[in-house]
Each structure stands twice: as structure tokens, then as C-alpha cells.
């Protein structure tokens, strides 16, 4: 029997929460964890790694994964929405766009950080290029801040939307970093423009 494109579609969605109901019997948080170990299995990210951040961290699935993978690794997880303990994971309550939440971030840490995750997404509004400009936003951000918290070998994964300023961050990455590549975990629903950069080799004046 032939499969229209709507059943089509059904089956892919039954078939991506499988990630969903996997997160469940498994104890993360999230089905979004599974995206990060996605991205580690493409990019090595947990290699060497003795201090990462993880931004926009609630519920927690990501942080859980840090926290399995990085044995004696100082985690620190920041979110605007209070995140449930993780034990050995430090968590900032805070607004990452506000300066003194940056001040904040940097002083919790004694060296700088191998890795820098974000999976921070700006609240929806209904206008999908609003999202798509606030969440893109969000991530550019994360690529300026990281020229103060990451050292030169480390490395920034951030999400963002392939849609409006997704050129624009593009060109910010490229210009701070030597190696800019993008990356769509299979976790990530197809229908999402979601995607994340991974960005590595600091640039040095
Ligand atoms: C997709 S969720 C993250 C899921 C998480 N990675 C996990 O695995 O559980 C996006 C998060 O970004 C956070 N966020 C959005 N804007 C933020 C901001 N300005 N500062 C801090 N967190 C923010 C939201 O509160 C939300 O919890």
C-alpha cells in the first residue's frame, strides 16, 4: 500500500517519540537529552572536558547527561525557571541577558570552561519569525559570551533556528571561530527549523 504524506508524517512522529517515552523509562528530564548525546557522538564534546556550562538548562536533561558523561567535572547550569536539584550540578536561577546574570556566571567559576552548551529557546509567541529572531538572539548572544568563559580549545554548542539572522549568527560565529559547523540531531522533531552550531578554535588576535 502506498503511504500518503500525512501518514508519512505520522509514522516519523510516532517514531521520534520513541525519545520521548525512551527519556521517561530512562530518568531524564527530557527528550532534549538525547540531543546532546546526539551531538556528542558527531562532535566529541565530553573529550577532556573539566568544566562545562549549560544554559537554559530546565528541566534538566541536558545537565543529567553532563553530569553522567563528565566524571570530576565542575557543571554549572543556568536557567530563568528554577531547575530541581542535580546532584553535582551548581545551578544559577537567572536571566542569561541580563548583565549582572553574565557577572554572576563568571564568577562561579575558578577556571575557564571546556564546553558551553545552550539549549535556550525564547518563549513562543504564535509569530514563528519572532521566535526565530528572539531564539536566534539568545544564540548570538551565547557567541559573544563565550569569548569570556570558554578558554581557546574549548568548544560552544548552541541551538538556534535556520530561518531569519540565522546568516547573521553564521557570520558572528565565523568571525570569533575557526571551525563553524551545524548539526541536526535525529531527535530533533523534522518539522523544527531548530538546528545547533558547534563552534571551536577560538580565534586570537
Ligand atoms: C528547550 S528548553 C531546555 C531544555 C533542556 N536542555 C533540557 O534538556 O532539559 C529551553 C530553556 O531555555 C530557557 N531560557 C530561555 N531564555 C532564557 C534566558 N534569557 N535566560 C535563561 N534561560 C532561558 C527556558 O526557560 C527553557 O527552560
Request: hydrophobic fraction near 35%; include cysteine; charged fraction near 30%.
Amino acid at each position: 500500500m502506498r503511504k500518503n504524506k500525512s501518514s508519512k508524517n505520522w509514522i516519523i512522529q510516532q517514531h521520534r517519540d520513541q525519545y520521548f517515552k525512551q527519556a521517561k523509562s530512562s530518568g531524564f528530564r527530557s527528550r532534549s537529552a538525547y540531543k546532546l548525546l546526539e551531538l556528542n557522538t558527531k562532535f566529541k564534546l565530553f573529550k577532556n572536558c573539566k568544566t562545562a556550562i549549560d544554559l537554559g538548562s530546565y528541566p534538566g536533561g541536558w545537565s543529567q547527561i553532563l553530569k553522567k558523561k563528565l566524571k570530576n567535572c565542575k557543571i554549572l547550569s543556568i536557567d530563568i525557571k528554577k531547575m530541581e536539584k542535580i546532584d553535582g550540578v551548581d545551578f544559577l536561577c537567572c536571566d542569561f541577558q541580563k548583565e549582572k546574570s553574565k557577572e554572576k556566571i563568571l564568577k562561579k567559576l575558578s577556571n575557564k570552561a571546556d564546553l558551553l552548551v545552550s539549549d535556550m529557546a525564547a518563549d513562543t509567541t504564535g509569530n514563528k519569525d519572532l521566535d526565530c529572531i528572539r531564539t536566534n538572539a539568545l544564540c548570538a548572544e551565547v557567541i559573544e559570551f563565550s569569548s569570556f568563559v570558554i578558554n581557546e580549545s574549548g568548544v560552544v554548542i548552541a541551538k538556534l533556528f535556520n530561518g531569519k539572522d540565522f546568516l547573521n549568527v553564521k557570520n558572528l560565529a565565523q568571525n570569533k571561530f575557526r571551525k563553524v559547523n551545524f548539526f541536526k540531531p535525529e531527535s530533533s522533531k523534522a518539522y523544527s527549523k531548530e538546528t545547533y552550531i558547534h563552534c571551536a578554535g577560538i580565534k586570537t588576535l
